[in-house]
């Protein structure tokens, strides 16, 4: 199941003598969660997008299909008139297969490149994570040692 941004706001760390700055580390959680609920929103924006672009694409089809019976009528009329007729109606398909081919490539250009930019933060995401669990981890491994060391020094001491 994906992250979503109420988990990161949810989000609480163990706290440590010796850790992060828990404001800072709020302010960067809010700060990623608005960045990731952005890229939410503009992802949901771009997949409106393509299914209305997919629409037009259906629209101009059914366009295609008029011309087509179009050109069946002006068969009946003058040669130089269904000459005309058909030139018009390649030039227009043309134009307009070649708009919703445009659309939809720059459509799925941008679905890639947000996916892309997507995955790049759940990189750095994953990356941040390990840094700070890896910090916790050496934090909490000195306090230790730090504590084991103390009954010797004390020993150290009653010696002398």
């Known amino acids: ?9 949810n989000k609480e760390f163990k706290r440590s003598v010796r850790g992060y700055s828990e404001d800072e580390v709020n302010e960067f959680l809010d700060e990623v969660v608005r960045d990731y609920e952005a890229l939410i929103r503009e992802n949901d924006e771009l997949k409106q ?3 209305g672009m997919t629409e037009r694409l259906e629209e101009y089809r059914k366009l295609e299909v008029t011309l087509q019976n179009t050109l069946v ?18 030039l ?23 996916m892309q930019e997507f995955e790049r933060l759940q990189r750095e995401t994953d990356q941040f994570r390990a840094r700070v669990r890896s910090l916790l981890e050496s934090q909490i491994a000195l306090f230790l040692d730090d504590r084991a060391m103390k009954p010797d020094r004390q020993l150290g001491r009653a010696d002398d």
């Not at 199941?1 to 706001?9: A, G, N, R, S, V």
């Not at 009528?73 to 390649?90: F, G, I, M, P, Y």
Request: glycine residues 2%.
């Open 73 to 90: 009528v002006a068969q009946s009329t003058a040669e130089e008139v269904k000459l005309a007729a058909r030139k018009e109606a390649d």
């Open 49 to 51: 997008n393509t299914a």
């Open 1 to 9: 199941m994906p992250l979503t941004p109420l988990d990161i706001y």
């Open 92 to 114: 227009v398909i043309r134009e307009a297969e070649g708009k919703a081919q445009e659309m939809i490539h720059r459509a799925e250009t941008r679905v890639r490149e947000i």
